[in-house]
């Protein structure tokens, strides 16, 4: 079976300054993929490559069939892949149902489906988004991407700066999409909850892969020498 997402020896620069080298990742059907690596190693310009938000990328990208390599952000997103970005970006001036509708194409998520996985969304339906806790924004960027009815959820620092109560909501939500069967590529500091969920690791060291293997693989030497830990 050939995997959902699959990249070779992807590039990437900002403006001369060249930031992969050669990242390979692979995620199949239904899997959550952690990619791990210290900080500055390249994580979220992967991200970006794959998403086609960066000018200057090279290398191969393929997702359900179709070659990402060559195309415009909005037909990735309209491909299948749902991206919550760092800074988790919403419509500050849209209430929280505005901003789900907005996102909204046809398929199984819809705005019941949202407020099921976060029954506060559903609390705060008419409240602006501006007004909510950085938590709340999270699910709620959680939501629009979820929205969208993708076939491969982008998460870039799931939890980062989230109280400890929320972080915990954000990753029983993860475990909840993964065991509904979406495929999930994920990035986050906190190692252990990242690798409770996580089917393998990508681990990346200056901008290329270095190590690829299930969690129960990752042992404490190539934690300390890929991870700092
Ligand atoms: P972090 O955990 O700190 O977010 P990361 O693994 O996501 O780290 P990236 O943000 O992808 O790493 O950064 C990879 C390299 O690209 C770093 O050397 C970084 O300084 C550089 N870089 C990232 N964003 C930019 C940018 N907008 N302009 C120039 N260089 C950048």
């Given at each position: 079976m050939s995997a959902l997402l699959q990249v070779s020896q992807i590039t990437a620069w900002y403006g001369a300054s060249q930031a992969l080298f050669g990242v390979d990742l692979e995620i199949g059907e239904g899997e959550v993929v952690a990619l791990l690596g210290r900080n500055g190693m390249g994580k979220t310009t992967t991200i970006r490559t794959i998403c086609r938000m960066l000018a200057h990328t090279e290398g191969a990208i393929s997702f359900a069939g179709h070659?990402?390599?060559?195309?415009?952000s909005h037909k990735v997103a309209r491909l299948g892949v749902g991206l919550v970005p760092e800074g988790r970006?919403?419509?500050?001036?849209?209430t929280v149902r505005e901003n789900l509708i907005a996102a909204a194409r046809p398929g199984e998520w819809g705005l019941s489906e949202v407020d099921r996985l976060f029954p506060t969304l559903g609390q705060r339906?008419?409240?602006?988004?501006?007004?909510?806790s950085g938590g709340e924004q999270q699910m709620l960027a959680i939501g629009r991407a979820l929205m969208t009815n993708p076939k491969l959820l982008i998460l870039d620092e799931?939890?980062?700066?989230?109280?400890p109560v929320v972080r915990h909501e954000i990753w029983r939500a993860i475990h909840a999409l993964k065991n509904a069967g979406l495929s999930i590529l994920l990035v986050d500091k906190t190692l252990k909850e990242l690798l409770a969920v996580a089917n393998r690791c990508v681990v990346l060291e200056k901008g290329t892969t270095a190590w690829t293997g299930e969690?129960?693989?990752?042992?404490a030497e190539i934690s300390d020498r890929y991870l700092g830990v």
């Open positions: 070659d990402l390599a060559r195309l415009p970006r919403c419509f500050a001036n849209l339906a008419n409240q602006m988004a501006s007004t909510l799931a939890t980062e700066g989230l109280a969690p129960g693989g990752l042992t």
